[in-house]
């Protein structure tokens, strides 16, 4: 599994920014055994766990910082998990990176590139 994110950029508070991750993979159908993360590292931060979506079904979490503002999505033919962040804030600004994890696994062991979101004030 290989990830590609895209998308960051620079925003003002309270605008919006959709975060994009390729998926390559052989088959489609080995992304249903798959778990796919938003994980973002702000500077002097830990990363922190910002949205999954089981690829099979669609279940989606949420980090509680996220809730009602970001939602995250995955199309199935374009082999792509998308994260639309909404009203922005300055504490939003990170590295943003997209992981994949099988069903069951405690660790994400593919990452992607990050993609650096800016909010400004």
């Known amino acids: 599994v290989q990830l590609q994110a895209s998308g960051g950029g620079l925003v003002q508070a309270g605008g919006s920014l959709r975060l994009s991750c390729a998926v390559s993979?052989?088959?489609?159908?080995?992304?249903?055994?798959?778990?796919m993360a938003w994980i973002r590292q702000a500077p002097g931060s830990e990363r922190e766990l910002v949205a999954t979506?089981?690829?099979?079904?669609?279940?989606?979490y949420y980090a509680d910082s996220m809730k009602g503002r970001a939602t995250i999505s995955r199309d199935n033919a374009k082999k792509t998990v998308y994260l639309q962040m909404n009203s922005l804030k300055p504490e939003d600004t990170a590295v943003y990176y997209c992981?994949?994890?099988?069903?069951?696994?405690?660790?994400?062991?593919?990452w992607g590139r990050g993609t650096l979101v800016t909010v400004s004030s």
């Open positions: 993979v052989a088959s489609t159908r080995t992304l249903s055994r798959y778990i």
């Open positions: 979506i089981r690829w099979d079904n669609g279940r989606t």
């Open positions: 992981a994949a994890k099988p069903l069951g696994d405690t660790a994400y062991g593919w």
